[in-house]
């Protein structure tokens, strides 16, 4: 299978995966084919355009910082977010870039980066064209973020579209029968690193009962084809680790407003205090609903100020996962959660977020926040309705719900800031999650709705959904709120 389950968490730096941490790797992604081709040390100029959805909300996305950041030769998942402001301050002033960490060249921000506000590339909303002068050659590249901090050239973005045809034609072909009859017969060999391939939730659902599997058990299978079990807790158990300090992080910040023109109030740490008072916690009876909008409050008020970051599976909606399994921690275990739940849930969510990424879009710029809010919120409330001990079946039913209830939301951030509505719309998801969770665990795993029926409904929404309600800034909430 392609994709794994550390595809879909990432660590990176907010305030969005597909337009800060995508165009980052793309411009790293550039210098280093750069270097491959041994043509590096000739650069004498670089130049890029950033269109479509990047161009109409770079700014407040940070999507120009960031291809500064990458042509510099640093990469999201280990950059220091403290480093950015004054490296991009320094190419600004000296008018120079550091080009892959090496070489120094001549660089206009206004003439070298260009956002072109109402042009598109053909291949997705978020498309960047890079070009670099070389001792008289000329080396372009098309790169397209798309969603998650992916990021693929023009030519794989292609090839992914004509396997899908294929795959598609295949199908109607009546062929689907032999292709899964090829699976099943290389799925008994997951011990020794053969997937169990998967493209559907019906097929997850199917794979599982074929293997006895739960879900999380048969993506372990998938992951072994990469590394090693101990690996892949390791990592697991590292995105974690990243989550609790991005929380930690949100709670105890000193800064009161949020970064950009909207003065947007930070309330994580002052909602925590709130909440830790004894007098307050004698009060009420939802302290767990209180507690988890703290969670996802914190991580996406770190992510608007540019803070480190975990994709699940993106960052607009980076608090939601995180914000459910401290849930889970406080609230559903009697101990301190333990590290097999924390790689049960991982597993599971990550299984639901490869069959949105594969079947429809994580991306807010193509369908909207649909398929930010509305997978996070749908992959949180499978991994929480696995640990809380659902079958398969329940845990496809919790996914369900948790999408079902987010068809048609649109991407409209006021000022192109990934703050409003987004912050609260992942504290509201949390507790959706938690919720379809639950609603999942008192029923057998029947529903009248499939996962994929969702996941298809989303797709053609979003392909429906105008273009100014897909993260442009263009409409909703971004043209009836006044930004100061």
């Known amino acids: 299978m392609a994709l794994g389950v550390l595809d879909l968490f990432s660590i990176g730096i907010g305030p969005s995966s597909s337009h800060t941490v995508g165009p980052m790797r793309a411009a790293l992604r550039f210098v280093d084919e750069l270097d491959g081709q041994g043509v590096l040390h000739r650069a004498r100029r670089v130049r890029v355009g950033l269109y479509g959805s990047l161009a109409a909300t770079g700014i407040g996305h940070g999507s120009d910082s960031a291809v500064l950041i990458g042509l510099s030769g640093f990469d999201p998942e280990t950059l220091d977010p403290d480093q950015v402001g004054p490296l991009v301050e320094e190419v600004k002033t000296q008018r120079k870039l550091h080009l892959g960490g090496r070489l120094v060249i001549e660089f206009e921000p206004e003439t070298d980066l260009v956002l072109h506000l109402r042009k598109n590339l053909p291949g997705h909303p978020n498309g960047m064209l890079i070009r ?31 396997a899908a045809e294929a795959i598609g034609s295949a199908e109607s072909a009546g062929q689907q029968a032999a292709g899964q009859e090829a699976a099943s017969a290389t799925a ?44 892949l807790r390791e990592k ?16 105890t910040r000193e800064e009161t407003t949020l970064p950009g023109g909207l003065k947007v109030r930070r309330r994580a740490p002052d909602l925590r205090a709130k909440l830790e008072d004894a007098e ?27 803070g480190r970051i975990v994709t699940a599976p993106t960052n607009g909606a980076a608090g939601i996962i995180p914000a459910v399994l401290h849930y889970m921690d406080r609230f559903v275990t009697d101990a301190e959660m333990s590290d097999d739940a924390v790689v049960k849930f991982l597993l599971t969510a990550g299984a639901i977020g490869i069959l949105f990424k594969r079947n429809a879009s994580i991306s807010g710029a193509e369908v909207g926040c649909q398929g930010e809010v509305g997978s996070a919120c749908a992959m949180a409330a499978a991994g929480l309705c696995a640990v809380l001990g659902g079958t398969p079946e329940q845990v496809e039913n919790a996914a369900e719900i948790g999408l079902e209830h987010n068809l048609g939301l649109t991407c409209d951030p006021v000022g192109g800031l990934v703050q409003v509505p987004c912050i609260e719309r992942n504290a509201i998801a949390s507790v959706k999650a938690i919720n379809a969770a639950r609603l ?45």
């Open 440 to 484: 999942a665990m008192h029923g057998d795993g029947s529903h009248r709705v499939s996962l994929d029926q969702a996941i298809e409904t989303m797709r053609q929404t979003g392909a429906d959904m105008k273009s100014k309600y897909k993260e442009t800034s263009r409409g909703g909430l971004a043209v009836n709120v006044i930004e100061c």
């Open 236 to 251: 697991l158990l590292a995105i974690w680790a990243v989550m609790r300090e991005c929380v930690h992080n949100g709670c």
């Open 132 to 162: 670099a002068e070389a001792g008289g050659e000329v080396i372009e590249r098309e790169y397209y973020s798309v969603g998650g901090g992916f990021v693929v050239t023009a030519e794989e973005l292609l090839a992914e579209k004509d």
């Open 280 to 306: 307050y916690k004698a009060s009420g009876s939802l302290d767990a609903l209180e507690w988890v909008n703290l969670y996802a409050l914190a991580v996406n008020e770190e992510n608007a100020s540019g």
């Open 188 to 231: 008994g060999q997951g011990e020794a690193g053969q997937a169990i391939e998967f493209a559907t939730a019906d097929e997850l659902l199917a794979a599982c009962r074929e293997h006895g599997l739960s879900i999380a058990e048969l993506m372990a299978v998938n992951e072994r084809a990469a590394r090693t079990d101990a690996q």
